[in-house]
C-alpha cells in the first residue's frame, strides 16, 4: 500500500513540511513525493532535494518532468497512468488547492471523484499560513528577489545554503587584503539578489563568520560568470579543491561598480567591519 503527495515541492518549505507530516502518518507500506519537476532553477538543487527528503523519512521521490505531453494530459489520465498504474496509491495527500491536468482543469473535487474509481482516498490539508498569507515558492522566491534570506529562512524551515568546490581566481582580494575564498553556484539553484550578505561558511578547518559576495564582481571582470566570493577575516588557509558551505545570514548591500580597486578596498572594509 503507497501513499502518495504531489506537488512541485519547489524548496520543500515549511508548507510542504505540513504535507509530508501527514503524508506520514498513513497508515502504507511505502511513502511517496510525486515532485514535479519544472525547468530552470529552482529553491534546492535535485541531490539536496533527494538528501531532505531522506531525512524526513520518505521512502521514494519520483520525479515528472514537465513536458508538453504531461501538460496535455486530462485530469483521468494522469489520475491513471501516474497514481494508479506508476505509483498505485492508496492514499493520496495534497493541498486544498491543489490542481491538476490539463490547464489545471482538475480540482480536489475531481481527485475525490477518480480516486473512487481508481481505488484510493483522497486526504485534503489546509494550507499553511504564516505573516497573514499562505506559504508558497512563490513569497519566497520574491524575498529572494528582494535579498531578504531572513523572510526567506522563515518561510523555508531550513537554512539558505550554496556549496561548491573552492576554486582559482584572480586573487586581487589577497593583494588588497581581503583573500577570499570562491565557487561557482549550482545551475540547478536559484540565487537571490546579487549583492553582499553576512553569512557563515563551513570548510573543513571549521566554521567562520564571514562576508560573502553573489555576482560578477563588475568593478574588476568584464565577463558574466557568476560566482560566491566569502572573506573569513584573518583566515587565509589554501583550500582550493576542498568543499565548502556558504550560509547566507543578511544582506548589507547591493552589489556595485566602484571607480577604482581603491574604492573597493575602502567599501570592504565597511562591509567586514562586524569580522
Given at each position: 500500500m503507497t501513499s502518495v503527495t504531489i506537488g512541485k515541492f519547489d524548496g520543500f518549505h515549511k508548507g510542504h513540511q505540513k504535507l509530508l507530516r501527514e503524508l506520514l502518518k498513513c497508515e502504507?507500506?511505502?511513502?511517496v513525493v510525486c515532485k514535479i519537476d519544472l525547468p530552470g532553477p529552482g529553491l534546492l538543487t535535485k541531490q539536496e532535494q533527494e538528501e531532505y527528503l531522506s531525512a524526513a523519512g520518505i521512502d521514494r521521490l519520483v520525479r515528472l518532468p514537465f513536458t508538453a505531453d504531461f501538460a496535455r494530459q486530462t485530469p483521468e489520465d494522469f489520475v491513471r497512468l501516474v497514481?494508479?498504474?506508476q505509483l498505485e496509491a492508496r492514499h493520496v495527500i495534497v493541498g486544498t488547492d491543489f490542481r491538476f491536468g490539463y490547464q489545471r482543469s482538475g480540482d480536489?473535487?475531481?481527485?475525490?471523484?477518480?480516486?473512487?474509481?481508481?481505488?484510493?482516498?483522497?486526504?485534503?490539508v489546509e494550507k499553511l499560513e504564516m505573516d497573514g498569507s499562505p506559504v508558497s515558492s512563490t513569497r519566497i522566491r520574491a524575498a529572494y528577489e528582494k535579498g531578504?534570506?531572513?523572510e526567506a529562512e522563515?518561510?523555508?524551515?531550513?537554512?539558505?545554503?550554496?556549496?561548491?568546490?573552492?576554486?582559482?581566481?584572480r586573487e586581487l582580494g589577497r593583494t588588497i587584503g581581503f583573500p577570499t575564498l570562491n565557487l561557482i553556484p549550482d545551475?540547478?539553484?536559484?540565487?537571490?539578489?546579487?549583492?553582499?550578505?553576512?553569512?557563515?561558511?563551513?570548510?573543513t578547518k571549521g566554521q567562520f563568520r564571514a562576508v560573502s559576495n553573489i555576482?560578477?564582481?563588475?568593478?574588476?571582470?568584464?565577463?558574466?560568470?557568476?560566482?560566491?566570493?566569502?572573506?573569513?577575516?584573518?583566515?587565509?588557509?589554501?583550500l582550493y579543491g576542498e568543499k565548502i558551505f556558504v550560509r547566507l545570514v543578511r544582506f548589507i548591500r547591493p552589489e556595485m561598480r566602484f571607480d577604482s580597486v581603491g574604492e573597493l578596498k575602502d567599501q570592504m572594509k565597511k562591509d567586514a567591519c562586524f569580522l
Open positions: 502504507a507500506d511505502t511513502s497514481l494508479a498504474e480536489i473535487e475531481a481527485l475525490t471523484t477518480l480516486g473512487k474509481q481508481y481505488g484510493f482516498s483522497v486526504h485534503p531578504s534570506v531572513e522563515h518561510m523555508l524551515g531550513h537554512e539558505i545554503t550554496f556549496s561548491g568546490m573552492v576554486r582559482h581566481g545551475e540547478e539553484k536559484l540565487l537571490p539578489r546579487f549583492g553582499v550578505y553576512e553569512s557563515v561558511v563551513t570548510t555576482g560578477v564582481r563588475p568593478t574588476v571582470n568584464d565577463g558574466t560568470d557568476v560566482t560566491i566570493e566569502s572573506h573569513l577575516g584573518h583566515f587565509s588557509e589554501d
